[in-house]
Structure formats: structure tokens, C-alpha cells
């Protein structure tokens, strides 16, 4: 099982920026995915995550209205739109998947991805 995460880099405050997370090694129908982040210094945080379906959609405050997770399940793969990015918003990004339905909590998640690179300048 793996988790790929990708399409981080580096943009000015105020930018966009979209991750991608592929899936592979099983299906994963009925997995929920989750984006967790992890700023220098600071502890792993939720920072969005969807149902398989969809019909769910959760977000941390931080990026509410900001940020959007969406998925195309036919190629198990999820995105994070992230929208009006601030300096604040750097940080290690990981997907992250689970069975059943979607957490904010990461102790719940089974399979990590490695991580990529967001860094947000001012």
C-alpha cells in the first residue's frame, strides 16, 4: 500500500496551490482520505478530509473557505485546492487514508503518504 503525495512548492501569500495524493497497493473504495500538515517545530495537524462518497467534508478552521478537498475515485486519487495561501500555511503536507468514514483525528488514519513541501513566502 501507498500513498504518493505531490504538487507542493513554493508560492507568494496570496498564491494557489493543488496536492494530489495517488493511491496504490489496494483498492480503496470506501478508504476516507484526510491532508494533515506539519509546520518546523510543530506538532501534525488536521487540515481537511473527505468520505469516500464525498458526502462528507471536514476542515480545520484555519482554512475553512479556503482550502478544498475533492477526490476522483476512479483513479484513487484526492486533491487539496489551496486558495489565498499565507505564510502560516507552511508546512510538510500529508495524506493519509482510512477505512470507514473521514477523522480529524491522524491516531485513526492507517496508511500515510511521505509528505510534500508547501512553503508560502510573504
Known amino acids: 500500500v501507498q500513498l504518493q503525495a505531490s504538487g507542493g512548492g513554493l508560492v507568494q501569500a496570496g498564491g494557489s496551490l493543488r496536492l494530489s495524493c495517488v493511491a496504490s497497493?489496494?483498492?480503496?473504495?470506501?478508504?476516507?482520505m484526510g491532508w494533515f500538515r506539519q509546520a518546523p517545530g510543530k506538532e501534525r495537524e488536521f487540515v481537511a478530509a473527505?468520505?469516500?462518497?464525498?458526502?462528507?467534508?471536514y476542515y480545520a478552521g484555519s482554512v475553512q473557505g479556503r482550502f478544498t478537498i475533492s477526490g476522483d475515485n476512479a483513479k484513487n486519487t484526492v486533491y487539496l485546492q489551496m486558495n489565498s495561501l499565507k505564510p502560516e500555511d507552511t508546512a510538510v503536507y500529508y495524506c493519509?487514508?482510512?477505512?470507514?468514514?473521514?477523522?480529524?483525528?491522524?491516531?485513526?488514519?492507517?496508511?500515510w503518504g511521505q509528505g510534500t513541501q508547501v512553503t508560502v513566502s510573504s
Open positions: 497497493g489496494r483498492t480503496f473504495s470506501g478508504y476516507a
Open positions: 493519509a487514508a482510512r477505512a470507514g468514514g473521514p477523522s480529524t483525528d491522524q491516531e485513526r488514519y492507517d496508511f
Open positions: 473527505r468520505s469516500w462518497s464525498a458526502d462528507r467534508t
